[in-house]
């Protein structure tokens, strides 16, 4: 052997032997936390996103009942982390997983279905976004509550032979929309699976919470300076150049016009965000500033290829925020058409960038029109986004077993 593969044999070595120590460290103290809890979550990640935002409310939702939550992959930051820790115990286990010795990750995954299925205080596991749960699924006892939760279905995902196949482990499968019910229930039509499973798909739609005094939006909204944001992590789907693009061209016919972006992924495109125009804004943690930018819009782009339903709409439209969205996922469910928002139904991105355009301009020159935009908006966010109905939902789902 050379010195080259003597060297990569010592660092494999090292990193077998740290995933060793790691895992010991976890049989150790942190095994500990599943078996004391009522319900157990697996979940990828508590950095900042939509989704991670939903994982946070169920969480917070079920905080009668001790939850442990198992994060699955490496965080990009620690924006949820905290909020996690307040009301749940928290395990990571990237720092055994990620050392690919599976001699030890195999013998993880049963320590931990040996955790839940021993445990006299477990009733229940719940699953979302991350593959580790569909791994260990078949191993949990039916006497335990099963449940995972399916933000949105991507065109040609490749999670769908995985979903079909683990719904006879699920006693519950949480969908936050109709599309993805449909979705969903034509693949497993697809696969010719017992139709008994499509029974056991519930709906329980996201929820924010809305402040009693958001009321003097409508007051306080200023149409003579127009601010555009776009909020979310840079990703192909969310197509973050659609935004830059649009602003470009807009900047170019109304050059009061400013337009602001924020989220994770982002400091790598920072000359494309700059050259057009665009204030960049970094990652927002601070709830209170989120709100300070809300109320600073006008309106939300989003330009994804697929969504579920945006968590950014729900919390931005209580802000008197108008949605101008691609219609794509369940986002048709709420928005309609130059009522409470406005949908782009195109293909192609050029036709969407124009699209996009084209409405803009309408709206920035035809401030009546948006002014009923913004008090349609808000008006619908307040009467139906709360989230009393989603936390009622989720302690309803897990009530007959703890």
Known sequence: MNKKGI??????????????????????????????????????????????????NIIQALKAHKCCVIFTHLSATNNFYNEFKQHASIIELNDIRNKKNNFINNLLKNSIVAAINKSVTVKGVFGCNTNYFYEILPGINSSKKRVDLIHALAPRDDRKIMLVNSAKFLDSRIVINEKSKKDIISSYKTEKIDTQFADRILLIENGVEIMSNDFDVLKSKCFDQINIGFLGRWSEEKRPQIFLKVAIKIKKRFPNVSFFMAGTGMKSNLNQINDAGVVFLGEIKDQENLRMLYKKLNFIMITSVYEGFPMVIMESMPYGVIPICTNVGGIH????????GVLINKEYDEDIIEAFIEKL??????????????????????????????????????????
């Open 7 to 56: 060297n990569n044999f010592v660092k494999l070595l090292i990193k077998k032997s740290i995933a060793y120590v790691y895992f010991l460290r976890f049989i150790f103290f942190e095994n500990i936390k599943i078996k004391q809890s009522d319900i157990v979550f697996f979940f990828p990640y508590y950095h900042t996103g939509g989704a991670e935002r939903v994982h946070l």
């Open 333 to 340: 469910e709420h928005i309609e058409d130059m009522k409470n």
């Open 361 to 402: 301009i309408y709206l920035i020159e035809n401030k009546d029109i948006t002014s009923e935009l913004l008090n349609n908006a808000f008006y619908y966010s307040i009467n139906n986004f709360k989230i009393e109905k989603f936390n009622k939902s989720y302690q309803d789902l897990f009530v007959s077993n703890l």
